[in-house]
């Protein structure tokens, strides 16, 4: 959709049998010519079947420029792109050529569609996908747009939202000059970040707001009780509910920042089954994203949750802003949240220089400086790697003696030949110093060093403070199955059972991945813990 000519994966040719079965799940209409059959803003939008006639896809005129048509579409083609899937607002237009027949196939008629069709399922699929790929390259990415300061810790965090959910967007980063002149436009630097969305502009945005704007907050219908609630985005959480919603559990996926967890922000997994050549987090986390969507999983992020609580024979998992959220069941993946060196200015470079993930949203802020990596484990290993060979010295700060004490081989074997990269063993980092932004680093064992980033990677706590309720051990990992703790099964007698693998001291809540005790904290573990969580759910619902 990012030109008037689509290519073949856009715009597939059907023949008569596929478009005959795509049809049979869409509503009759007719549309007069310059009627629009979705406008952008719209909320749960339907994927448009076109029988006769002709569509436009448009994006608005803002404030600032005029409308752009993308596309036009004429019989037998489909119109929609993959924001559908989530029941995102459409951020684009589409209204009739002239005189048209069309088919409104909904949300709900669509995931029948790709559930009972596997041939239409891909060959839509596809397209959405594609569509949204090309969108990213064209005008339409001026309908969510981001403003502020270059390097500001809270722009970073509104552009990894939308890389992590997928939106087409654009970002501007402003120079000092540039945040003298905001005033002529009606913004000050005190407004900023800034999100435009539709032209219309949300000052100090966050990711919440934007995501209630565009219609990515949970919702609920009255009344409803779904089968399981998966509270954690991260390979753990994707695989349950992927793994949940193919076997026809309704499934709906939280996560308190955006889905990916600490594997999104890795910036090559090497050792995953299946990619020989390695695998950024980010690729990985966004074809399972992808697949989640195609299953119909609801992924809501930002979704905050902080409570989870047996109500009867259901649970309500609480969130932050009061909603609430009925289940039968649910998988806790919450994984863990990052640990902070204790110095001094700490708080004033975690907005310009401190870093706790190595992507090219980090890269694109230190651009072949020299960094500084603080860690012992494979995610500082492939962080200084993956700096270096973008054109960035890196001093490696490890606090044991043994580099390969906590890092696989092949990374231990790589870093040690590669020039770029010095390594500090036994070592600390002891301050930071910097003007607006961090400028240098001191490490005990070799005193200051330049250093325009510093990237952590010392581990993480378990993101459990809020499900208090559940047995943990003394590092507050949940434990499960027959881990449970002897005083906790009591509350089992009456059921005439024992806690089912991954279950944890409460019945039909579940835990797995990084949170739960004695998980290997790796992506392949995460990943299949996920999906065997899902096994034991079966068994608990149908008990």
Known sequence: MGTHD????????LTDSQWERLTRFGTPEHVAAGEYVFRSGDRNYDLILVEDGGLEVVRDSLFWIEEAVLAHMGPRSFVGELGILNGQGAFLS????????????????????????????DLVLHALWARRESLRRGPAALTLKFVGPAADTELLSLRRFAERLDLVHSAVE??????????????????????????????HATPGLVADRLGLSYQSTVDEIVDLVVIGGGPAGLAASIYGASEGLSTVLLDAVAPGGQAASTSRIENFL??????????????????????????????????????????????????????????????????????ERWGDFERSGIYYAATQL????????????????????????????????????????????????????????????QVHTGSHVTALDGGGSLERVVIDSVGEVDARG????????????????????????LRTGTDVAVQSLARWQAMGREPLPFETSVPRIFAAGDVRRGSMKRVAAAVGEGSSAVASVHRALAG
């Open 362 to 421: 980090e890269l694109r802020q230190v651009t072949g400086a020299p960094v500084v990596v603080v860690g012992g484990a494979n995610s500082a290993g492939q962080a200084s790697l993956y700096l270096a060979a973008h054109g960035s010295p890196v001093h490696l700060v490890v606090r044991g003696d043994d580099l390969g004490s906590r890092m696989s081989s092949y990374l231990v074997d790589r870093i040690r030949e590669d020039p770029r990269v």
């Open 454 to 477: 510093l990237f952590c990677f010392i581990g993480a706590e378990p993101a459990t403070s809020w499900v208090s309720g559940l047995d943990r051990d003394g590092d507050g990992f």
């Open 6 to 13: 689509l290519d073949p994966i856009q715009r597939p040719t």
């Open 94 to 121: 589409a209204r009739a050529t002239r005189a048209s027949r069309v088919r409104r196939v909904n949300r709900a008629e669509l995931q029948t569609l790709m559930s009972e069709d596997d041939e239409l399922c």
């Open 274 to 343: 299946g990619f020989p050549f390695g695998v950024s987090g980010a690729e990985l986390i966004g074809q399972a994203s992808l697949q989640a969507l195609k299953f119909g999983v609801r992924v809501y992020a930002p979704c905050e949750a902080v409570a989870l609580d047996t109500v009867g024979d259901e649970l309500d998992v609480t969130l932050a802003d009061g909603r609430r959220i009925r289940t039968r069941s649910a998988i806790v993946t919450s994984g863990a949240a990052y640990r902070r060196l204790q110095l």
């Open 174 to 203: 402003l120079s000092p000059h540039d945040l003298d002149s905001m005033g002529d436009h009606g913004i000050t630097a005190a407004d900023l970040p800034v999100a435009f969305i539709q032209g219309e502009p949300i000052r």
